[in-house]
């Protein structure tokens, strides 16, 4: 049965998730792949043969069909979605993390040779600078630096 014989059998609520929800998910799914393949350089024209294409395809039974696959396998999209992504995040964050501390507490000369990079940036800066009050934070700065560089090599 098509779904243009079942919009006069559905009650409102229903029709959100037979014909609304579909009709979004096929148009998009459409309009990206025109979109990706670029055949057509407009995007304008990618939006209307595209919603050619979704009005001619509900006249078909591939909406009622796309309904019934987002009902089953919606729920377990988000969760897969969800698990990949936050699995996915706590496994850079631990990378990163772990690169931060092994630099931190690394051998001496890396950390010796990053806050001499770090010093010979702020010169770089400072040399530039024409604001007085930025000049002064930016000397604190390589002072700082300085004293840090001293508290290392003393080690």
């Keep these: 049965m098509a779904i243009l014989d079942l919009l006069y059998e559905l009650a409102p609520w229903e029709l959100i998730n037979t014909f609304f929800i579909p009709f979004v998910v ?15 350089k407009n995007k304008k024209i990618n939006i209307v043969i595209s919603l050619a294409m979704v009005l001619f395809l509900a006249s078909t039974d591939i909406f009622p069909m796309v309904s019934q696959w987002m009902i089953q396998l919606g729920s377990m999209t988000a969760v897969a979605a969800f698990l990949l992504l936050f699995v996915g995040g706590v496994i850079l964050w631990t990378i990163n993390r772990g690169r931060d501390i092994y630099f931190e507490t690394g051998s001496k000369g890396r950390r010796l040779k ?6 010979d940036k702020e010169f770089e800066k400072l040399r530039t600078e024409g604001n007085k009050n930025k000049k002064r934070a930016l000397y604190k700065n390589i002072e700082r630096l300085r004293r840090e560089i001293e508290l290392v090599e003393s080690e």
Excluded: C, K, S, Y
């Design 114 to 119: 990053r806050l001499m990079e770090r010093r």
């Design 26 to 40: 096929i148009f998009v799914m459409l309009w990206g792949i025109l979109t990706a393949m670029g055949i057509f």
